[in-house]
């Protein structure tokens, strides 16, 4: 069982930037590879970035693509997003969430990941 725990939510304004952190629990990290997703109110839950286990890949929404940088340490366990030059329209709950490297399925797939933390709240005010 993996716990993962996101960090580094807020309030911030348009065209601000904010660093989400996801630590997770298990030594064999490097065997997972990580996603966030998100999930504005009354929406449902979308997929905004994933990386490869070893850090080679990452996969990004076109909505983010420019603005977002997910990367991943390894030694400290620990998956970012570097959020920038952010929108109100990128308020939502953001969802950290774990996949084990062999599984099928697109890493924009919510179903194809293991292990979800609990959620941090990103509100962007205009």
């Known amino acids: 069982q993996v716990q993962l725990v996101e960090s580094g939510g807020g309030l911030v304004q348009a065209g601000g930037s904010l660093r989400l952190s996801c630590a997770a629990s298990d030594r064999t990290f490097s065997n997972y590879a990580m996603g966030w997703f998100r999930q504005a109110p009354g929406k449902e839950r979308e997929f905004a970035a994933a990386i490869s286990p070893l850090g080679g890949n990452t996969y990004y929404t076109d909505s983010v693509k420019g603005r977002f940088t997910i990367s991943r340490d390894n030694v400290k366990n620990t998956v970012y997003l570097q959020m920038n030059t952010l929108k109100p329209e990128d308020t939502a709950v953001y969802y950290c969430?774990?996949?084990?490297?062999?599984?099928?399925?697109?890493?924009?797939?919510?179903?194809?990941?293991?292990?979800w933390g609990q959620g941090t709240q990103v509100t962007v005010s205009s």
């Open positions: 969430a774990a996949r084990y490297a062999g599984n099928s399925g697109s890493y924009s797939d919510y179903k194809a990941y293991n292990y």
